[in-house]
């Protein structure tokens, strides 16, 4: 397996949704204590039941990292919350293209990770 193919080098090199989002309705920093990197997440949320309207993150750390952020907040947005946290590891890791080793899987779940903590703090119904 190829971890380093073109998508996510493009998404590594050229972010999407990179950078801090101002007024978000909900933010978080999630840091990855094996590697050091850390990530902030932005999301707005509109409506009942609540919309992810926008989202955007700031990381500093790793090319697989990067590229998992930009790919994860492209997913989401558009989205209803409650389906968003139906997301799981395996969503993820598919993006990916084949198994990660262990240090890179921590570093590829790490916006997951952030989502989930930053939705647990958000009072989502429906």
């Known amino acids: 397996m190829d971890l380093y193919r073109e998508e996510i080098l493009e998404h590594a090199k050229n972010p999407k949704n990179w950078g801090e ?7 978080v920093q999630t840091p990855n204590p094996l590697c050091g990197d850390v990530i902030d997440l932005f999301l707005k949320l509109e409506g009942d039941p609540p ?19 930009s790919m994860l907040t492209e997913a989401i947005k558009g989205k209803k919350a409650s389906n968003v946290l139906k997301l799981g590891e395996d969503d993820v890791l598919s993006w990916f293209g084949g198994t990660l080793t262990s240090s890179r899987r921590d570093c590829a779940l790490l916006p997951l990770k952030a989502l989930k903590e930053i939705l647990g703090k958000a009072i989502i119904v429906g």
């Open 51 to 69: 919309k992810i309207t926008e989202a955007s993150f700031k990381t500093n750390g790793c090319v697989v990292s990067v590229a998992s952020s």
């Open 21 to 27: 989002m101002e007024n978000p309705t909900v933010k």
